[in-house]
C-alpha cells in the first residue's frame, strides 16, 4: 500500500491519511514557513547599538497574516545574527502554507528604533529527509556495502521520536488478543506493534528497538533477565507522587510528562483544548499513573524511542520513505465516555501529532554481521549478569547467614539473660520464703513460750489457792477444836 498515492481521507481531517486504522495511527503534512527578516545595521549615526527584541519582530510578523499567523500558531526563532533573524511558523494545514508565503514574502516590517522597514522573506519548510538520489549515492560510494546482503543496502529505515505509548499497545481489543500478555506494557514500545504498523508500506523482515535491548540500551540488562528467568529483581520503592490539589478531572492545557514541543494537540479551537480532561492527555501521552508504575517498574523511562525497520525489498523501503518524508504522526485515541460537562470534547474527535525525524539506515544496522555480534553481547552480558546475580545471591546468602547468627547470639544472650533474672528473682523469692518460715517460727515459739508462762502461771495460782483452801480448812479444824476445849473446860 504507497501512501504516497493513498486516497483513503479521515471524516473532519481531511489532511489526515490512514497509516494503521486498528492502532489509531495517521499521517498528517508538516506545514512550516521559514521566515527572514532582514536586519540592516544595528549602528545608528551616532555609534550606538539598537536594540530589539524578538517577541517584536514575531508580534510584527503576524500582524501581515493575524487570520493564520494569530496564537496559538507557534513562531519560534531559529537563529539571530546581526544581518537577519531566521524564525519558522508551525501551521495546522499545507493550504494555509501558500497564504502565508503570499502575505508575508517580499513584504515589510516596521520595528521601533529602526528608521527604516525591513524586509521579510517567506518560503515553504523542506522536510529533513533523505530523498532517492541521497541513499542511492550513498550505497552506490560506500566501499564495504555489499547491495546482495540485507543490512548492506538500501532496505532499513532509522525513525526517530516515536512516541512510546502510541506502540505500546492498540486500543482495539480484537489487535492485543495478538500480542502476548508480557508485552501488553505502557512503559515501553511493542516489536510486533511497530511491525504491524510499518508493514503497511510492505513485509518487514525484522524491526529493531535499542531502547528494547541490553546490549543499545545496558540500563535493562536487569530487566531484560528477570523476564527471561521470571524471577523479578529486587528493585528500589518508588515514593508515591504527590497529588495535586484539585479535582480529579483536572483540565489542563499541557500535556503531562510530555511537553508540547514532542507531542501536540491538533485543535482550532483553544478553549476546547484548554477543557480537555487530564484522563484524556494522560491516557494518551504517556503520563503513567503512580498504580500503573507500581505494576510495571520497568527502568525504560524515555517517552520517545528510535526504530529500525528493515524491508523485505526495496520496494517497501522506497515506498516507505516517500510516504513517511514531510509527514507527522497522528494519533486519534477513542475515548468513548467523557464527563456530562464535556459533551462537546466526547463528540469532537481528538488528534495527537509527534514529528518523526527519518534516515536510512547507514552504519549496517540490521546486517546479518551486526545481528550476531548483537546477540552474541547479548549471551556475553545475560552470563554476566547470571554471573552477578549469582554472586549477589551468594553475598546475599551470606548477609542472612550473619544476620541469622546474629540474630541467634542476641536471642542466647537474650535468653541467657533472661535465665539469670529468673534465677536471681528465684533466689529472692526463696530468701523471702525463708525470711517468712524463720518469722513465723518465732511467732510460734513465743506464742509456745507465752502459753507455757500463762500455764505456770495458773498451775502457781491453783497451788496458791489450795494452799489457802488448806490453810483455811486446818484454821477452821483449829478454831473448832478450840472452841471444843472451852467448851469442855468450862463444864
Known amino acids: 500500500m504507497d501512501l504516497g498515492t493513498n486516497t483513503e481521507r479521515v471524516d473532519g481531517a481531511p489532511e489526515l491519511r490512514v497509516l494503521a486504522k486498528a492502532y489509531n495511527l495517521y499521517l498528517k503534512p508538516i506545514a512550516r514557513v521559514n521566515l527572514t527578516v532582514q536586519l540592516p545595521t544595528l549602528h545608528d549615526t551616532s555609534g550606538q547599538i539598537r536594540s530589539f527584541t524578538t517577541w517584536e519582530v514575531i508580534e510584527k510578523l503576524r500582524q501581515l497574516c493575524p487570520g493564520i499567523l494569530s496564537p496559538p500558531t507557534n513562531i519560534r526563532v531559529l537563529r539571530t545574527t546581526r544581518e537577519f533573524v531566521r524564525l519558522i511558523a508551525e501551521l495546522e494545514c499545507k493550504a494555509d502554507v501558500k497564504r502565508v508565503v503570499t502575505s508575508l514574502d517580499s513584504q515589510y516590517i516596521k520595528l521601533s528604533g529602526f528608521p527604516q522597514n525591513l524586509h521579510v522573506r517567506a518560503s515553504e519548510a523542506s522536510p529533513d529527509c533523505p530523498r532517492r538520489h541521497d541513499w542511492e549515492s550513498f550505497f ?10 540485507p543490512g548492506e543496502r538500501p532496505d532499513t529505515l532509522l525513525i526517530s521520536g516515536l512516541p512510546v505509548r ?3 499497545q492498540s486500543s482495539v481489543p480484537d489487535v492485543n488478543k495478538g500480542i502476548p500478555i508480557t508485552d501488553q506494557k505502557l512503559d515501553r514500545p511493542n516489536l510486533s506493534v511497530v511491525k504491524a504498523v510499518f508493514e503497511t508500506f510492505g513485509a518487514v523482515r525484522v524491526v529493531d528497538i535499542p531502547m528494547l535491548d541490553p546490549v543499545q540500551n545496558p540500563s535493562c540488562v536487569d530487566e531484560y533477565l528477570d523476564e527471561l528467568s521470571g524471577v523479578p529483581s529486587t528493585q528500589l520503592a518508588r515514593p508515591p507522587e504527590p497529588v495535586k490539589n484539585g479535582s480529579k478531572e483536572e483540565t489542563v492545557g499541557g500535556f503531562g510528562k510530555i511537553g508540547p514541543d514532542t507531542i501536540s494537540v491538533v485543535t482550532n479551537d483553544v478553549r476546547m483544548l484548554s477543557r480537555i480532561p487530564d484522563s484524556i492527555i494522560n491516557a494518551t501521552l504517556g503520563s503513567v499513573s503512580p498504580d500503573e508504575q507500581s505494576k510495571s517498574s520497568s527502568t525504560l523511562s524515555p517517552l520517545t524511542f528510535e526504530a529500525y525497520v528493515q524491508y523485505s525489498d526495496y520496494t517497501g523501503f522506497t515506498k516507505a520513505m516517500e510516504g513517511l518524508r514531510g509527514q507527522k ?8 465516555t467523557a464527563p456530562a460537562s464535556l459533551n462537546d470534547v466526547a463528540k469532537t474527535k481528538l488528534y495527537f501529532t509527534a514529528e518523526l525525524k527519518l534516515d536510512f539506515d547507514r552504519n549496517k544496522h540490521l546486517s546479518k554481521s551486526a545481528i550476531y555480534a548483537r546477540q552474541t553481547e547479548r549471551k556475553r552480558l ?9 554472586e549477589a545471591k551468594v553475598a546475599a546468602e551470606a548477609e542472612a547467614e550473619r544476620r541469622r547468627l546474629i540474630e541467634e547470639s542476641k536471642r542466647k544472650a537474650e535468653e541467657r539473660r533472661r535465665a539469670e533474672t529468673l534465677a536471681l528473682e528465684a533466689e529472692q523469692a526463696a530468701k523471702r520464703a525463708a525470711k517468712a518460715e524463720r518469722k513465723k517460727q518465732r511467732a510460734i515459739e513465743r506464742c509456745k513460750q507465752e502459753k507455757d508462762s500463762l500455764l505456770k502461771q495458773k498451775i502457781m495460782l491453783d497451788e496458791r489457792r489450795r494452799l489457802l483452801a488448806m490453810r483455811k480448812v486446818e484454821a477452821i479444824r483449829l478454831v473448832t477444836f478450840l472452841f471444843k476445849r472451852i467448851q469442855l473446860l468450862r463444864r
Not at 552506490?140 to 546482503?149: F, G, L, S, V, Y
Not at 504522526?329 to 468513548?336: G, K, S
Not at 545475560?382 to 549469582?390: G, L, N, T, V
Open 382 to 390: 545475560i552470563q554476566i549478569a547470571h554471573h552477578r546475580r549469582e
Open 166 to 168: 502510541w506502540f505500546a
Open 140 to 149: 552506490r560510494d560506500a566501499k564495504d556495502m555489499d547491495e546482495t546482503k
Open 329 to 336: 504522526l497522528v494519533y486519534a485515541p477513542e475515548h468513548a
